[in-house]
């Protein structure tokens, strides 16, 4: 990111609570006249790289309106006006600004969980006294230092000494608080709003989920420990704690749900092998930098029963995210977690906006069966876009809901959150319900049931590849590839391996693939041969 000039001014408003116009396109701090500012609150106003922000909290700080915009580049001025809990922020660019608004039209800025506004202002350039207010003086030329890849002021406070000059592109993170699974690729989309992400390698290390990331500069490595460090990625959890590794260069060996280097996209896949370099695991038990070791208790993966989010934190304000990263994990997990519902153990899960011409009790049964067995599923009678899934447990129901919410079934994104029932009832004893409610409390078709199965070990998000096994001898990748084809979707590429009885088959969309699993699992191939379907993590 390229610097920004020396003579950056920063001011708060005095404490008259006026503004006065120095030109019709620029706006200064002064308490010698009466002139007022309007409020612009006329949402048709021209772009322009100076941005209104109202609605802050009163004890919000300078640092924090600062963070609103340093996703979307350099940010030169700041004014403050705490008595009306409003504040102009200017950006280096108009651009920037124009695209800092788009961004937060989509999601709303939060700060310290309150919701804020942001606009164009009237104005084209902020013009502020120096001698106003030293403390935020300080804070914008410690974050223009880093942004420059400098050394922040002698000046700065002891709260801006955490702006010294990266020393590292490597940050390790820690996810404390973790209720909900983080992936490889949520935390690529969180971190990518502050530069290049070029490798990420993920690890548990005592009872924690770790990550080292790797930015192209350290500049980019800085900012994202400033703005995201105590950060949540969703409501009430997955803490981040973020610290400067003591590594300056990831050696990613695989490209797998483990560890990803996006500058080498034709390394392999590496299944079943460590994701880290000996040198780089060696290194690992030595970098013990973190920031609050391990507390014990506070780990609670979403299989081992521990709380789950009651709601997702993106725009709602519950300290997660927001506002810098709310819309890149959004992007990463867009509903992937329930919007609504209840934290317990309950194994029943409710799902909505289904497709009710197309729906019924076994499609659910076998989509929902790729993460637990479920053992009884009802369409509603009364609202019958929606169903009530009962799981073998709340652990299984938690999984399904975490891999299938915001999945699209039939051409329409499902919602899938815990219900409050603690069982499916069945219709009463000659009552015809058409259909809507079907027991498979004994269906031969449960992936789980085997203790040590090795089905446990394969449970993936939906992906555009799908795992194919228990494929007769005889059958051929032709055969495969017309099959899928009829499910309504298009076969982008196709793999057998060596025994051709396992294969891999990529549809063009992960949509696709759904609709193709529910299709085709426990499809009759001939010979009592019946296929076998599930989500892969790899790609061909």
């Given at each position: ?6 003579d ?29 500012l ?22 919000v ?7 609103l ?47 804020v506004?942001i ?85 548990t ?45 990831l050696?990613?060996?695989?490209n ?6 996006y ?28 920031l ?17 989010p ?25 509903g992937?977690?329930?919007?609504s519902g ?6 029943v ?16 049964f076998?989509l929902?069966?790729?993460y ?10 009364n ?25 699209k ?50 449970i ?7 795992h ?6 005889d ?14 979707g ?13 294969a ?5 969309t ?31």
């Amino acid at each position: 990111m390229d610097g920004i000039v020396s003579d950056v001014a920063v001011g708060v408003k005095r404490s008259s609570d006026e503004l006065l116009y120095n030109s019709p396109n620029s706006v200064t701090a002064n308490g010698n006249d009466s002139k007022k500012l309007r409020v612009d609150d006329r949402m048709d106003s021209p772009p322009s790289r100076v941005l209104h922000i109202r609605k802050l909290p009163s004890e919000v700080s300078e640092t924090e309106v600062i963070a609103l915009g340093l996703p979307f580049g350099k940010v030169t001025n700041i004014l403050m006006l705490k008595g009306k809990n409003q504040a102009f922020l200017e950006l280096g660019t108009e651009e920037a600004a124009v695209t800092m608004v788009n961004y937060y039209t989509a999601v709303t800025p939060h700060v310290r969980n309150v919701p804020v506004f942001i606009q164009y202002s009237n104005h084209k350039e902020l013009k502020t006294d120096n001698a106003l207010n030293q403390r935020a003086q300080a804070v914008l030329q410690a974050v223009s230092a880093v942004q420059a890849g400098g050394t922040p002021t002698s000046g700065s406070t002891a709260s801006e000494s955490a702006l010294t000059p990266a020393p590292s592109p490597v940050l390790r993170i820690i996810i404390d608080n973790m209720f909900y699974p983080v992936t490889l690729d949520v935390l690529q989309q969180i971190f990518s709003k502050f530069g290049t992400v070029m490798k990420i390698i993920t690890f548990t290390k005592n009872n924690q989920f770790q990550a080292l990331l790797q930015f192209s500069d350290p500049v980019n490595a800085q900012q994202a420990k400033l703005s995201l460090d105590g950060q949540n990625i969703y409501n009430a959890c997955c803490t981040l704690r973020i610290d400067f590794s003591k590594l300056i260069n990831l050696n990613v060996k695989y490209n797998n749900d483990k560890s990803r280097d996006y500058t080498r996209p034709e390394l392999p896949a590496g299944d079943g092998q460590p994701a880290i370099d000996p040198s780089v695991a060696a290194a690992l038990s030595k970098d013990s930098s973190s920031l609050l070791g391990t507390p014990s208790g506070m780990v609670a993966s979403y299989s081992s029963g521990g709380g789950f989010p009651s709601s997702l934190g993106f725009g709602q304000g519950g300290g997660a995210l927001s506002p810098l990263s709310a819309a890149a994990a959004a992007a990463a997990a867009a509903g992937r977690v329930a919007l609504s519902g209840h934290s317990g153990t309950s194994g029943v899960l409710l799902v909505s906006n289904l497709n009710e011409e197309m729906v019924t009790p076994q499609s659910l049964f076998t989509l929902f069966g790729v993460y637990g067995d479920a053992q009884r599923v009802k369409i509603l009678y009364n609202k019958k876009d929606s169903a009530l899934i009962q799981m073998a447990d709340g652990n299984q129901a938690k999984l399904a809901m975490s891999h299938l919410n915001g999945q699209k079934m039939y051409g329409k994104i499902i919602r899938v959150t815990l219900s409050k029932h603690q069982t499916v009832q069945l219709p009463r004893e000659g009552l015809d319900d058409q259909g809507l409610t079907k027991d498979f409390t004994n269906s031969p078709l449960h992936r789980f049931k085997k203790p040590g199965s090795k089905n446990f070990q394969n449970i993936f998000p939906p992906s555009a590849t799908l795992h194919l096994s228990n494929i007769p001898q005889d059958v051929t990748e032709e055969d495969l590839r017309l099959l899928f084809s009829n499910s309504g979707g298009t076969v982008k590429a196709f793999k057998f391996f060596q025994d051709h009885k396992m294969a891999l088959l990529q549809m063009s969309t992960v949509e696709e693939a759904i609709q193709a699993l529910i299709d085709l699992h426990n499809y009759n191939m001939g010979e009592n041969h019946y296929l076998r379907v599930s989500f892969s993590k790899s790609t061909i």
